[in-house]
Structures are given as C-alpha cells and as structure tokens.
C-alpha cells in the first residue's frame, strides 16, 4: 500500500544545486513539541511517528499468536535486509540482523584471523564497542592494539595510514569519529589494508543513513551499524554487512531460523546446513515481531529520501551552525575533515562549566564529548532551530 507519508515527502523534493534532490524538513513526520530543538541525533534519534505506529501494530501481534504463520518469521527480515542492502549497495544475502553494534563486532573478532605479535588498529577515544572486543581478542591472540593519536587538525587518515603496517590483522575503524565527527577516508585505508593483507571492520552507526558509503570502493570484511541513530531505528536493533569471503565463518549464536528449510516447522529434525549468506550471523529470534517492523519503516523511509539527499540537507545544517560557532570565535574542524551531519565545537579552555545543563533549561539538545560541543542536526530541524542553538551558544559565552 502507497504510504501518506512518504507521498508527502515526495511533493516537497526539488533538485539541489548539486543534483541532488533537496527535501523540504521533515518535521512534521515525528513527534517533536515546537519548544524542543533537538540538535542531538548522533545520541539518539527519534522515531518517526509511522515508525512507533509500525511498532505498535507489531507488538499488538502477540495479542494473536494464531495469526502468526512459520513464514512470518521470515518475511519482515528479508524486507529488512532488502532496504538494508539498497542503503549499502550490497545483495540482501549478504546482511545479518543484530541487535547492536558490539554484537555484529564481536561476530567480526570471531571469525577473523590474528596470529601472535600482530596488531589491531583502532582510533584514539573510538567507541568503546569498537575497542573492548578488539582488546580482547589481541589479549587472547598475544597480539597488541595500536591506538592511531588524535590529529590536531582533523585529518585522521594520514595517521592511521602511518599506523598500519604488515603487521596490522585488522583496522577496526569508524567511517566518523563520534565525538566530533572527525572523517576517516575508508577507501585510502583499504587500499593499504589490500596491499599489507590487512582485514577491514568498519563501524558505521554514526554514518550509515546520512552519509555516503561506498561499499565497492571500501570493500570492508565486516561492516556495523546500530539501528537508533541515523537509521532511525528503535534501541536494539542493527544491521550487519558481511564479505562473502567470510560468509561461512562462526556465529556467535545458533539460531534455528538461519538453518536449511527451518520454515518447515512441522519437520522436526536436526538440520546441519544454514541458509547460504550471511543470515546465519542473525541474532537469536531475529523475527521479533515488535522491533523488526519499526525498523524496516525507517529504513523504508531513508530509502524513500535517498542518502544523497539527506547528506545534502544535513551538510547545509551543519554549515549553518559551524558558521555561528565561528562567528563567535570557537574552533570547529575544517568542514574537509569533519563528516556532513556533525559539528565539534571546541572552546578555548574547554567547555564552560554548566554548558549541557544551559543548553538543556533553553530546551536546546545538543551533545558534550570530551573537549567537544557535538551538535548534529536531522531532517526535522528548521531555520528557527539553528537560530535558537546560535543565540544559546552565544549566552553561554
Ligand atoms: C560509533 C558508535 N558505535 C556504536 C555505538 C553503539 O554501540 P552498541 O550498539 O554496541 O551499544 C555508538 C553509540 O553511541 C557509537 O557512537
């Protein structure tokens, strides 16, 4: 069935400058009281309203078990790995469903190789899904982490270029920093990683439905994103994107829905064979009748906008609001080196004291990481709410 909403998105497009198609904000899609200027998205999105409707209908489901048919377990997945593919540029087989990003990276420590003496090349202050797993994997692989430093002028691909060697397994590594949105240039690294021989693991759930991502060109053995930030998906939810070199690796679980033929529930025998693909890395109970709709509805809706065109709208906001914080003399990365949707406002001395708890009493959200002011706006934020955020910071000064 055509959906009201999206057929309202599709009134309001335009050709950018650029060729891309401009949206119009998207505001009236979520639930957002006028008051509240929400400049915090890299924290967690909200839904869309169709998003929370898709996940009531969902949970209501249970309410009637006698509706629900064996191939229901496997129908809203494969939609979700339909939409999950066209966002990536990948085949739907080769996308698992995971409930977070740890998950789909621990799926990664698991199956790729590490010999003793080797590295593991992460990013100084990464996220700590992205490090833990890989600190232990080196501890129990007598390998070590290196840790690429923190370049004071936002440019993170010379350093970790420097940092791989013939030694380095694997670079775990973010398409954006998540403090400030600081840009590393996937495809430069895996065209080193090719020639050291070198696995690449990205995690993309601070990038993943606002920028691009070039999967021909990166090429990543594994590839992560949690669902509830720039996929505007519910809390535990995410996707996978596995190689399919490694597409007959160990999963963490073993589930029943990844084997041969497990939608033939009347057939009770053991089965040694997964489907082929990349569903066998699925988490335990991946039809989750509540979740999986709510999420297939946002990626519906980020398909229906196209990357392109979001990054686009995104990037004019973040302009916008680097723009104020320059005008009032803060430092923020050169825009070459931060990613479209992000701004990292650095202040002299650091942050004010109190700077969150103002922002917050002026119903103005925005994020504190480190020695950063992370502002990252979405499709609903209006003109009104970059002036709101520029008047704040300035009474914060
Ligand atoms: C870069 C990055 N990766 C992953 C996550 C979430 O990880 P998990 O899904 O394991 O909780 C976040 C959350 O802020 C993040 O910023």
Not at 130 to 135: G, P
Not at 237 to 252: A, C, F, K, M, W
Not at 278 to 301: I, S
Not at 305 to 320: C, F, K, N, S
Request: with cysteine; aromatic share 8%; charged share 20%.
């Amino acid at each position: 069935m055509p959906n009201p909403e999206c057929a309202c998105a599709e009134k309001t497009r335009h050709l950018s400058l650029n060729g891309t198609r401009s949206l119009a904000p998207q505001r009236d899609l979520f639930d957002i009281p006028e008051e509240v200027c929400y400049l915090n998205c890299a924290y967690i999105s909200p839904l869309l309203k169709s998003t929370v409707e898709a996940g009531k209908q969902g949970i209501e489901r249970k309410s009637r078990p006698w509706e629900i048919r064996p191939s229901d377990f496997f129908s809203t997945a494969g939609e979700v790995r339909q939409m999950a593919s066209s966002l990536l540029g990948s085949a739907p087989s080769d996308i698992a469903i995971v409930p977070s990003a740890s998950y789909g990276l621990a799926t990664a420590a698991r199956n790729l190789p590490v010999q003793p003496g080797d590295n593991i090349v992460v990013l100084a202050e990464q996220y700590p899904s992205n490090f833990y797993i890989w600190e232990r994997l080196a501890e129990r692989s007598a390998a070590t982490i290196r840790t690429v430093p923190r370049p004071l002028n936002g440019d993170w691909t010379s350093n970790v270029l420097e940092a791989l060697d013939s030694k380095t397994a694997i670079a775990a590594l973010p398409h954006c920093h998540w403090s400030d949105g600081t840009l590393v240039d996937l495809r430069q690294v895996r065209h080193r990683l090719d020639e050291l021989r070198g696995a690449l693991v990205v995690d993309l759930t601070q990038s993943l439905g606002a920028m691009r991502f070039n999967l021909d060109q990166i090429r990543p053995d594994f590839a992560v994103a949690a669902a509830y930030k720039w996929l505007l998906g519910p809390y535990s939810t995410g996707l996978l994107y596995v190689d399919p070199r490694h597409q007959r690796g160990e999963p963490l679980e073993l589930p029943i829905f990844s084997r041969k033929n497990a939608a033939d529930f009347s057939d009770i025998r053991y089965r040694t064979e997964f489907e082929p693909g990349a569903c066998r890395y699925d988490v335990g109970e991946v039809a989750n009748f509540a979740l999986l709709p709510a999420l297939l509805r946002a990626l519906t809706q980020i398909v229906e906008w196209g990357i392109p065109a979001i990054e686009t709208e995104l990037a004019q906001r973040t302009h916008t609001i680097a723009n104020s914080a320059k005008t009032l003399g803060l430092e923020v990365i050169d825009s070459k080196f931060r990613a479209p949707h992000f701004v990292g406002v650095r202040f002299p001395g650091g942050p004010p004291p109190g700077l969150a708890e103002h922002f917050r009493t002026e119903n103005v959200y925005v994020g504190i990481r480190g020695n950063a002011l992370r502002v990252t706006p979405y499709l609903y934020n209006t003109e009104e709410d970059l002036a709101r955020f520029a008047q704040v910071l300035r009474a914060t000064l």
